[in-house]
C-alpha cells in the first residue's frame, strides 16, 4: 500500500497572523503554533478572497471562487451537493472528519458531508458550554457539550485520531471557534496580561482622512462600536472618540490573545500526540484562519476590507518528507488554493472545475512557470458593519480597490447604495495604506495597467465587472 501523507488541518476563526509570534507578533507568544512553521514553511503572502467566515470557508473547501460557490455573504449557506476536497480524498481512500466551527448552514442541505465523522458549532456558537450538532440522520442532532470550546474541539480530534483506522490515511479538519468575537477565554486564561500595557498598533487613531468615504463610513471601529458583552463591562460613552478607543482597545485585544493562549496550547496537545503516535513524518499539518482581521489597525477590529491586516491568513505548514524545516515564502497563494494542494497530495486530480492551483511545487521549494503574480478579491456583503461591497486587485506591490457599493439583491446585505469610488495604494511606499493615490497623475499608468489586470482575472474567473444604472 502506498504510504499517502495525513493531513492535518487547523483552522481558527479571525486569528490574524500578527498575533501569532512566528510572524513577528509584537503583542503574544504562540510557541506551539512556531512548532509547525519552525518544523516547515511559514507563507507571507497567503490571502483569502473573500474575507469573512462563510464565504472563505466555502473557497477552502471548493477551490472556487464565491461568484461560482454562490456563499457570497453570511446569509448564503453552503450547498453540501458541491464538490470538495474532504469528499475526493476519501474517494482516494482516507478516512475524513470535521469538528468544530462549520458556519456553513444547518440542516439537511447544509450540513457537512464527505466526512465519516463530524461534530459542528451550530451557527458562530458558543464559547463555554457551547452546543454542537452531531451527525446523524437528517443533518444532525444537537446537544450541549460541557466545558470550554477550544478545548472540547481539540478532545474531539483527539479521540477520533485515536479511534481511527490505522490501516488508511486520515484528513482530520480541526476547525476552532476563537478567537471569533467575543472573545471569551477560559478560567486558565483569564490571567494573562493583567498588569500589562498591550502596545497599540501605529494605526490605532486613524482618521480615515485620504482615503474613499468606505473607510470613515464603516462600523468596525473600537471602542465606538462595541458593546458590553464585547468589554465584559459598563462602557463610558462619555469620553472622547480616541479615549474611548485607547481604554477599549487594550480590554479587547487582552481577551483576544487570552482565548489564542488556549488555541496555542490545543494546538500543542495535537502536536505532542503525532510525535508520540510516531506520525509527524507523515502527517502534513497546517494551522490558518478564515481570514485575517484588524487588532486595531486603523482604529477597528473585524475584518471584510480588502486592506492588508484583514486580506492576509496565517498559513504555516510542516511535513518533514517533503518540506524544509524553517523556510519561508514570499510567492502569493490563495484560499482557493488550499483544495488543489490537498488533492495533489492525496495522489489524487484537481477537477477542472476548481480554479484554485496546487502549491505542491512552492512547498518543495520551486516556483513553477507562471505562478500568479495577482489576485483577485470581492467583498459581497454590502452594509454588514456598514462596509460598503467592493472588488479589487492586489499585485505585489499595488492594491486597486472598487467600492461600488451595491448589494445587488444578495442575502444579508443593504438595500442602499453609494456613490461608487476607487482606491489605489502604493504599498511599497504606504504600507499602511494611508494614502489613496487614484487619481494622482504620477500613478495614471498604474491605474491603467490595475484596471487591464482586474479585467484579465475577472474573464479568467468568469465573475462579471459592475456597472450601474444611472
Ligand atoms: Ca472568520
New binding site residues.
Partial sequence: MSKKPNIIFIMS??HASHAMSCYGSRINSTPNLDRIASGGMLFKNCFCTNS??TP?RAAILTGTYNHVNKVTTLSTPMDNQLRTFPKILRGQGYQTAVFGKWHLGTGPEHCPTGFDEWAVLPGQGLYHNPDFIFRAPGGGKKSIVKGYVTDIIADMSLDWLKARDRQRPFCLLCHNKAP?RPWEPDEKHAHLYLNREIPEPGTLYDDYSNRSSAAAAATLRVGRDMDERDMKCGINRGLSENELRKWAYQLYIKDYLRVIASVDENTGRILDYLDKEGLSENTIVIYTS??GFFLGDHGWFD?RFMYEESLRMPFIIRYPEEIKAGSVNSDMILNVDFAGTFIDYSGGDVPSGMQGRSFRPLLNGHLPEGWQTSMYYRYWMHGGHNVYAHYGVRTLRHKLIYYYADGLGQPGTLDTKEPPEWELFDMEKDPCELNNVYGVPAYADIVTEMKNELHRLQVKLGDEPYFREI
Avoid: L, P, R, Y
Fill in positions: 476563526d479571525d469573512i467566515c472563505s471569533h478564515d481570514q475584518k
